[in-house]
C-alpha cells in the first residue's frame, strides 16, 4: 500500500526558511513522478513544484527561484527547500505522486497523496 508523510511544517518569520520532506512507503519512489501541492483556506489546492522520473522539475511562478524540489530515491524520500518564504507562503502543503502524470499540474491527476503539513509566515 502506498503511502506519503509530510513532516517539516512550521511557522517562520518572512524571509525565513523551512524545509518540507515527504517519506514514501509502499512503493520504489524512482519509477512515481511526484509534486508538492499547498491549499490556504478558503483556496484552491495549487501546484507548486513537481518533479518526473528524471528529475526534470517545473515550478509555480511565485515560488521559482525560492522553493527547490528534489527527491533522494535511496531514502524513498521527497524534498521541498523553501527560502525567503513570505506570508503568503502560509497553507498546508502536500505531497503527492503517480505512476503516469509527470508534470501535470491539476491536482486531481495524481493518485496518492500524503495527510499535510502546515506552514505557517508571519510578517
Known amino acids: 500500500q502506498v503511502q506519503l508523510v509530510e513532516s517539516g511544517g512550521g511557522s517562520v518569520q518572512a524571509g525565513g526558511s523551512l524545509r518540507l520532506s515527504c517519506a514514501a512507503s509502499g512503493y520504489r519512489m524512482s519509477g512515481f513522478c511526484m509534486g508538492w501541492f499547498r491549499q490556504a483556506p478558503g483556496k484552491e489546492r495549487e501546484g507548486v513544484a513537481l518533479?518526473?522520473?528524471?528529475?526534470?522539475?517545473s515550478y509555480v511562478d511565485s515560488v521559482k527561484g525560492r522553493f527547490t524540489i528534489s527527491k533522494d530515491n535511496a531514502k524513498n524520500t521527497l524534498y521541498l527547500q523553501m527560502n525567503s518564504l513570505k506570508p503568503e507562503d502560509t497553507a498546508m502543503y502536500y505531497c503527492a505522486a503517480d505512476i503516469q502524470r509527470c508534470l501535470w499540474w491539476a491536482p486531481n491527476q495524481y493518485t496518492f497523496w500524503g495527510q499535510g503539513t502546515q506552514v505557517t509566515v508571519s510578517s
Open positions: 518533479i518526473d522520473y528524471y528529475d526534470s522539475t
